[in-house]
């Protein structure tokens, strides 16, 4: 709850005139407890996951001839039962998770210091923010996804996300309960080293979950994310460690390829990339 009633002791406090988003801020948590201003993590992610997805699902469904032409493995086609058994599976545990996480998360922000006031943070705080917490991120992802590929996490936990060996976007959630809450650690590990605004952390959740449902789309745009941004994977990367499934040793890295390169553990994709070249050229 903000310590201000109106606009202008706001901008007295500030000692300044108010943003238009901070103007909007105000009207909407001036007199809304802190604690339920985390809550709309859970709707933010939930309509992304539902609709983010959703045009690239009907494309393949409605025309799969032409969607097979972007296709990462164009021989698999998934039934409309399959999508729908994917993305409600994945919402019942993602539900199971976030509900219980909801009664903790505010003490948690408290703890990491996630302020909920203003000002608002400038566009470059949020982008410089988001940069340090993807990298932390995919850096911690990197090495919880080679524990869950030891015998015991694969067989006990990471075997139900590898169900999907040519993935749609709905299986970027589509995993064990227990993976759910491993791989939440390193998404939360950013905000805990960089504290930032409840808004920023909304962007970042939302951001991450895109940037997930990219890399398991399955598909390979003209305009896919890795032309433009460095070291970026993308779906290729990571479509390649499910196409080869629980014997994968390649592609661990969730965003960018730096630690697949640095630790060694792209080789078996730079040979299934190389080879792929040969065929072309024969």
Known sequence: MLPYATAGEAEAALGR????????WL?????????YLHWPNIAITLVVYTLAPLP??????????AAALYKLQPKV???????FRCYMDAVRVSLLIIGPYQLISYPAAKIMDIRTGLPLPSMGEIMAQLTVYFLVEDYLNYWLH???HTKWGYEKIHHVHHEFTAPMAYAAWYGHWAEMLILAVPSLAGP?????HVTTLWIWFAARLVESLNIHSG?????NAEKYIPFYGGAEHHDYHHYIGGQSKSNFAPVFTYCDYIYGTDKGYKYHKATLAKQLLQ
């Open 17 to 24: 005139a108010l943003t238009w988003a901070e103007a909007a």
């Open 27 to 35: 009207r909407y948590s001036a007199s809304v407890p802190d604690r």
């Open 56 to 65: 690239l699902a009907l494309f393949d469904l409605a025309a799969p001839a």
């Open 77 to 83: 086609q998934h039934p409309p039962a399959t999508f």
């Open 146 to 148: 080679r524990l869950l």
């Open 192 to 196: 805990a080293l960089v504290p930032c």
């Open 219 to 223: 598909f390979k745009l003209p305009f």
